[in-house]
């Protein structure tokens, strides 16, 4: 007997049920091919939430079903379609049609079942305790919400690819252009991809099964409102046939704010699952300021390439009132913040003087998140119209005083409003660790229909509950002033009624405003504190070890 | 073997410095402070809602304390979470598997979830495959597994990135004798690596035989810490001596009675029982006194308190 026969017989006899065992590790760990070798490799890079979920989803139920739902459906409208066609088919163009029915067939997995099934599964890692898990591990909350966002992302590809063929059909049957498919698919992915993320950037935000229910459901409505939008959209795209250059650049324009709001939502959602002690602000901060500075000048810049003369003022008035939502809503939950920095983050605070000059504003907290919103409003609105009003000429522009006072008056409304929903908290809401951004952005809600109902109430007693007429005790009526000083409204601003009321606002703005900023002074005054240097180490030793990982990878790979 | 991010020095691996955790008004974990060194294994013993399951989330970094702090080889919990976490393997004490998953699948995925690629994840799943002797059911679906095994999925789940310090919260909880044993075997294989191991249970019996120390909490505070021999001895008063003479009850009972030490005899015939102070030596002090004094004895036994005993003894039942 040679010496290899008997190492042969001295090894262990397994079981069937064994050697099944055993070769599923091997299949896993190391492949059967090159191929699944190769692949294996690949995956190591990507991020393992997408190997996990594609695993399970791929075995799932509701994948499944779905699938092959939809490979029904659209096989029997395939059928009907091109039967009713008959004979019609081989002269006339039919592909019109036949999109339409398959863009109505897409949208249903697209937009309600991908992201129902990504608000399940983020929802389900809270409520089954697993996500706790999870974060123990070396997965950042970025890594978890990307990675589900990428599941989202395969499924559509594979709900696409099904309809592939078919797709190459509609346009073998004429009556289409390349650039409405592409379009019609584009605008698909990217509206589903975005329901998407919102879905799992709600899911995370809820915290228990009330909110999870009563998330559901929110979301449930606004996906089958999408739906209808989306669907109406894609009806009057296909059926135009054609597609206008402008539509690319407005199609381009929706896709940068849907990817930047996304964005927003999921840094947003990535905080509040991340660790407590970590500086939860400022990751926010930095998007939403570049949000806020991209769309002052995206739509600066299309009121004045697209704008005429007549059109200019309002366009640009939209525009600033744009960038006063964008930061009103941003602000008002801002000032939810707790004063305190954690000694984490006061590890990141800056130290050097321009650090501090023009970085201290991104710094977490209400103090500084005041500041923050409220100069980055009136410096993008402010630079926006000034520019417009000074370097347009005016055979292209209508621009007036009017606008700059109509940006002023926005300023003092975001300075009040925001001011006193901190001095509430500030006073109300001192106990209070959990919650405390919803609240605020409640207590913001609730004031602003106080202001109403009191101003309207004011306003009918003040005229024998005859009629409603504005007048200088109704500037706390955010609403109701700006409709009345809107730069179109010209001679409005000189009326006794409307002036005094700017002149309310701006005394009641300012003496808010001065007590918000003395307030912010100590939250300003709080020094960086030094990184101890074992934690400086440990870090760069983790860094160097991944890099040396990734190089030894790469060398695999090749 | 994988690298573990552990420091080289003789600092504990787990401290709890003055921590506490209120909810609302209730003090869940009230002014804990204890120290693991590495290696060691430490019992965390308690009634339910005594603050065992908060102070192991605490110290996994998935709550903040109130006050206080609590470290994980030199790193705060408070500061460096990401960095404790690298340490750290926590096996919660409700768990719940992600479904349309086998185990292979299951621990290479946390596999990846620790970053661990290419051979280094190959080698920690085939370790912890082996050492939870999971390798024999790998591609069996989670869902179909029992209990037992399911533990054994999670403890792997814990060390598949050879964590430093392993976090146990009641891993025994409702397997059956012979898992028991298993799980305890196990337990005391990864000690002996060297991974310092926190292990709350109520089974007391089984926390004294495979702890170093012990903690027995109650309504948020430390009564008592220590080695379980410590333990006993601290909170024993005296030693319950049970004693059979082959003849003459009578007079042993007198001559015991003159002796120091000796307190609350009862006799019953020739056996009797009888409160002795001290330890090992005035034992063995007293059996050699009687033997000289000429009495034959049959039976000789003292009794210790147990960990049982001596749970009962400190802790009150209350609940917060």
């Given at each position: 007997m040679t010496s290899a026969s008997s190492a042969l017989d001295s090894r262990p006899i397994l079981a069937p049920d064994q050697l099944e065992h055993a070769a599923a590790i091997e299949q896993l760990v190391e492949g059967e091919t090159a191929w699944d070798r190769r692949l294996i490799s690949l995956s190591n890079w990507?991020?393992?939430?997408?190997?996990?979920?594609?695993?399970?989803?791929?075995?799932?139920?509701?994948?499944?079903?779905?699938?092959?739902?939809?490979?029904?459906?659209?096989?029997?409208?395939?059928?009907?379609?091109?039967?009713?066609?008959?004979?019609?088919?081989?002269?006339?163009?039919?592909?019109?049609?036949?999109?339409?029915?398959?863009?109505?067939?897409?949208?249903?997995?697209?937009?309600?079942?991908?992201?129902?099934?990504?608000?399940?599964?983020?929802?389900?890692?809270?409520?089954?305790?697993?996500?706790?898990?999870?974060?123990l591990s070396t997965l950042t909350p970025r890594h978890i919400l990307?990675?589900?966002?990428?599941?989202?992302?395969?499924?559509?590809?594979?709900?696409?690819?099904?309809?592939?063929?078919?797709?190459?059909?509609?346009?073998?049957?004429?009556?289409?252009?390349?650039?409405?498919?592409?379009?019609?698919?584009i605008l698909l992915a990217s509206c589903s991809l975005a329901v998407s993320a919102i879905a799992i950037s709600v899911a995370a935000f809820a915290r228990n099964r009330v909110?999870?229910?009563?998330?559901?459901?929110?979301?449930?409505?606004?996906?089958v409102f999408a739906a209808f939008a989306v669907g109406s959209t894609l009806l009057g795209i296909v059926s135009y046939g054609s597609i206008p250059s402008e539509s690319w650049i407005v199609l381009g324009v929706f896709l940068l704010v849907v990817i930047l709001y996304s964005w927003l939502l999921l840094r947003s959602a990535g905080c509040a699952i991340g660790v407590a002690s970590e500086n939860r602000s400022t990751p926010i901060r930095v998007p939403l300021l570049l949000i806020g500075l991209l769309m002052a000048m995206l739509t600066g810049f299309f009121s004045i390439c697209y704008g005429d003369r007549t059109a200019m003022q309002d366009l640009l008035a939209v525009s600033v009132n744009f960038l006063f939502a964008h930061w009103a809503i941003a602000g008002c939950i801002m000032m939810g913040e707790q004063g305190v920095i954690p000694v984490r983050a006061r590890r990141s605070l800056p130290s050097s003087l321009w650090g501090r000059l023009f970085l201290t504003w991104l710094n977490p907290g209400a103090g500084p998140g005041y500041l923050f919103v409220l100069l980055s409003f009136m410096g993008s609105a402010f630079t926006l119209v000034l520019a417009?009003?000074?370097?347009?000429?005016?055979?292209?522009?209508?621009?007036?005083?009017?606008?700059?006072?109509?940006?002023?008056?926005?300023?003092?409304?975001?300075?009040?409003?925001?001011?006193?929903?901190?001095?509430?908290?500030?006073?109300?809401?001192?106990?209070?660790?959990?919650g405390r951004l919803v609240a605020s952005f409640t207590i913001t809600c609730v004031l602003l229909i106080l202001s109403v109902v009191a101003t309207l109430s004011l306003s009918l007693a003040s005229n024998r509950y005859q009629r409603l007429a504005f007048d200088w005790y109704c500037f706390p009526n955010l609403f109701w002033t700006l409709g009345e000083l809107y730069p179109s409204n010209q001679n409005r601003w000189i009326l006794p009624e409307c002036f005094f009321a700017v002149v309310c606002l701006a005394i009641s703005s300012a003496v808010i405003g001065l007590i918000n900023v003395a307030l912010t002074a100590k939250d300003v005054v709080v020094l960086r504190i030094e990184t101890p240097e074992r934690v400086v180490r440990e870090r760069s030793k983790i860094r160097s070890k991944k890099e040396e990982e990734d190089e030894l990878e790469g060398l695999a790979a090749e | 073997m994988v690298d573990r991010f552990v420091h080289e020095s003789n600092s504990p691996m787990i401290e709890m410095l003055r921590v506490h955790r209120f909810f609302g008004k209730t003090?869940?974990?009230?002014?804990?402070?204890?120290?693991?060194?590495?290696?060691?294994?430490?019992?965390?013993?308690?009634?339910?809602?005594?603050?065992?399951?908060?102070?192991?989330?605490?110290?996994?970094?998935l709550e903040l304390p109130s006050y206080g702090d609590a470290v994980v080889d030199g790193f705060s919990v408070i500061n460096d979470p990401d960095l404790v976490r690298r340490r750290l393997g926590f096996m919660p004490d409700g768990f719940s598997m992600y479904p349309n998953m086998n185990c292979v699948e299951y621990l290479d995925f946390f596999a990846r979830a620790y970053g661990l690629i290419g051979k280094d994840r190959i080698a920690a799943l085939r370790r912890t495959l082996s050492f939870t002797g999971l390798d024999k059911i790998a591609s069996k679906p989670i869902t179909g597994l029992s209990k037992g095994m399911r533990q054994r999925l999670c403890l792997g789940r814990a060390m598949i990135h050879s964590p430093a310090v392993l976090i146990l919260d009641e891993p025994a909880n409702g397997l059956d004798p012979r898992a028991r044993i298993e799980l305890?075997?196990?337990?005391?294989?990864?000690?002996?690596?060297?991974?310092?191991?926190?292990?709350?249970?109520?089974?007391?019996?089984?926390?004294?035989?495979?702890?170093?120390?012990?903690?027995?909490?109650?309504?948020?505070?430390?009564?008592?810490?220590?080695?379980?021999?410590?333990?006993?001895?601290?909170?024993?008063?005296?030693?319950?001596?049970?004693?059979?003479?082959?003849?003459?009850?009578?007079?042993?009972?007198?001559?015991?009675?003159?002796?120091q030490g000796v307190s609350h005899i009862q006799r019953s015939g020739n056996t009797m029982s009888f409160e002795l102070q001290g330890g090992n030596l005035e034992q063995a002090d007293l059996l050699k006194g009687i033997v000289n004094a000429d009495f034959s004895i049959m039976e000789f036994a003292a009794h210790r308190e147990t960990l049982e005993d001596v749970f009962m003894k400190i802790t009150t039942g209350a609940v917060q």
């Open positions: 990507i991020n393992p939430i997408l190997v996990k979920e594609t695993r399970q989803a791929l075995k799932s139920k509701q994948f499944s079903m779905t699938l092959l739902l939809l490979t029904i459906v659209v096989l029997a409208w395939s059928m009907m379609a091109i039967i009713g066609m008959i004979p019609s088919i081989y002269y006339a163009s039919n592909g019109t049609g036949l999109l339409i029915g398959y863009s109505i067939i897409l949208i249903f997995p697209s937009l309600i079942i991908i992201p129902q099934a990504a608000f399940r599964s983020m929802a389900s890692e809270l409520d089954d305790g697993t996500f706790e898990t999870l974060s990307i990675g589900k966002l990428s599941v989202a992302a395969l499924q559509l590809l594979i709900y696409f690819s099904v309809l592939a063929p078919c797709i190459a059909l509609t346009y073998l049957l004429r009556g289409l252009t390349l650039d409405v498919i592409a379009m019609t698919l909110q999870q229910v009563f998330f559901s459901i929110v979301l449930l409505g606004g996906q417009a009003w000074f370097l347009l000429p005016a055979t292209k522009s209508n621009i007036t005083i009017q606008l700059v006072l109509y940006v002023a008056v926005l300023s003092a409304y975001l300075a009040l409003y925001m001011g006193t929903v901190r001095l509430i908290c500030m006073v109300f809401l001192r106990r209070v660790m959990a | 003090r869940a974990v009230n002014d804990i402070s204890f120290e693991v060194y590495r290696g060691q294994v430490f019992g965390f013993i308690g009634p339910n809602g005594a603050g065992k399951t908060t102070s192991m989330r605490i110290l996994s970094t305890r075997q196990m337990i005391q294989q990864l000690a002996v690596d060297g991974t310092t191991i926190l292990v709350s249970s109520h089974i007391l019996t089984e926390l004294a035989e495979m702890c170093d120390q012990v903690g027995i909490v109650e309504r948020g505070r430390l009564l008592a810490t220590g080695s379980v021999a410590d333990i006993q001895r601290t909170m024993q008063g005296a030693l319950r001596v049970q004693l059979t003479a082959m003849d003459r009850g009578e007079q042993l009972q007198e001559w015991l009675s003159q002796r």
